[in-house]
């Protein structure tokens, strides 16, 4: 259990480092990520309070087969979750909300699971974005007061299913 806040850039970062755990901890008020991977897999980000960083809440890139799941995410300056060129990840059972972005944001990857989240207070954007992803199952989630729900671009074998979608505006 440990607390990480206001540091200079990003609360914690792991880089080319495989079958680590993350959990119960606090990240908050970093100037950067709360969390971040690079060229990082098997990872587990769980249970942990990331919240009021200037960047995104956790920040995966170039990181494969990672499990975020059952962390509470909320007031991340741009996206709660950012996931770049990392393909096969599990995001589930985590709650998100008023981040200044998009809730969780997908570029340039294929074969991840979005399941059973919760996203609130998005009104000047995005829930779930993905852009030049394929792949995607999106199911169970429940989305409230957001601009626009779900946004899919260039994307395909995409699967969206059983989500609650209510109180948004698209």
């Known amino acids: 259990n440990n607390t990480i806040s206001s540091n200079g850039y990003t609360g914690l970062s792991i880089v080319d480092s495989d079958d680590n755990t993350i959990s119960n901890n606090t990240i908050k ?14 990872n587990t980000i769980s249970n942990n309070i990331i919240k009021d960083n200037e960047e995104n809440g956790i920040d995966l890139s170039g990181s494969e087969s990672n499990t975020i799941s059952n962390n509470t995410i909320t007031g991340s300056g741009e996206k709660g979750i950012w ?20 809730a969780i944001h997908l570029y340039g990857v294929d074969g991840n699971t979005i399941s059973n989240n919760t996203f609130l207070q998005h009104n000047s954007s995005y829930a779930i974005s993905l852009f030049d992803s394929d792949s995607t199952l999106i199911s169970n989630n429940t989305i409230k007061e957001c601009l626009v729900c779900v946004y899919l671009n260039l994307v395909e074998n995409t699967i969206v299913k059983d989500n609650t979608i209510s109180n948004s505006d698209y």
């Open 29 to 42: 008020d970093n100037d950067g990520d709360g969390i971040y991977l690079s060229g990082s897999e098997s």
């Open 83 to 102: 996931v770049e060129y990392s393909g096969e990840n599990i995001i589930f059972n985590n709650l998100i909300k008023d981040s200044g972005g998009v």
